[in-house]
């Protein structure tokens, strides 16, 4: 086969490779997207029980006994499944072998790669958090660190009355309730949403020229 040829071959058999790889991760993000939107009500309504199951356990248990409860309960399944095809084996007298050989089989390890790419994405978002963190804190710009101030005092109440597995089954139920409502009300909530941006980019606007260092803010935008 020429040269120019075999290139052009694998050339195109990668990008068809890409292009599989994209477009099973696009698809992969959309049905995330399909899942709060409920697209799919029997999927979106079993992730939905199952996610709510899993923090009212953590609420009633510790995540330990929760861990250890689930382990236990999966273990059981397969322990049950086992003995029965067993028996089953030994009755029909057939040879079908162990249950769940294809998946023993089955390539369960971490390319490094993936391993690698996941950790460089993880860093870059670690090293921009670390970034930002550093210039809120070491008030880089007045205005944004009496905004955390103002955040992290309100959090104090919300610490006050609600504990971390309470908010965390209040945002689950949000995500899987506010998608559909905000799609099926669209437009009366973007006008108020906009009114309220407008309020608030009004009444920001008027603290920072009341604020020292204003000015020089100012000047250097």
């Known amino acids: 086969m020429d040269p120019m040829t075999q290139s052009a071959q694998i050339s195109s058999s990668q990008g068809i490779a890409d292009g599989q790889n994209s477009a099973a991760a696009k698809e992969s993000k959309l049905s995330v997207k399909d899942l709060i939107h409920w697209r799919d009500p029997k999927k979106s ?15 009633a248990f510790s995540i330990i006994s929760v861990a250890s409860y689930l382990l236990l309960a999966l273990l059981c399944v397969t322990i049950t499944f086992r003995i029965y095809k067993s028996v089953v084996q030994a009755v029909q007298k057939s040879s079908d072998g162990h249950p769940f050989k294809s998946l023993i089989e089955k390539d369960v390890s971490i390319p ?59 945002a689950d139920i949000l995500l899987f309730a506010v998608p559909p409502i905000y799609e099926k ?18 009444t920001m606007a008027k ?10 803010r100012s000047k250097t935008e």
């Open 45 to 59: 309504g079993l992730v939905f029980g199952l996610s709510m199951l899993m923090l009212l356990s953590l609420a």
């Open 112 to 170: 490094p790669e993936t391993f690698r790419k996941h950790v460089d994405a993880s860093l870059t978002y670690i090293n921009r958090g670390l970034k930002q963190m550093s210039r809120l804190f070491l008030v880089e710009d007045l205005v944004d660190s009496l905004k955390l101030a103002v955040v992290m005092w309100l959090f104090t109440y919300v610490g006050a009355v609600f504990n971390g597995i309470t908010i965390l089954i209040l």
């Open 185 to 202: 009300n669209k437009t009366q909530i973007d006008q108020y949403i906009d009114v309220a941006r407008t309020q608030i980019n009004t």
């Open 207 to 216: 603290l920072q020229e009341k604020l020292p260092g204003a000015m020089k």
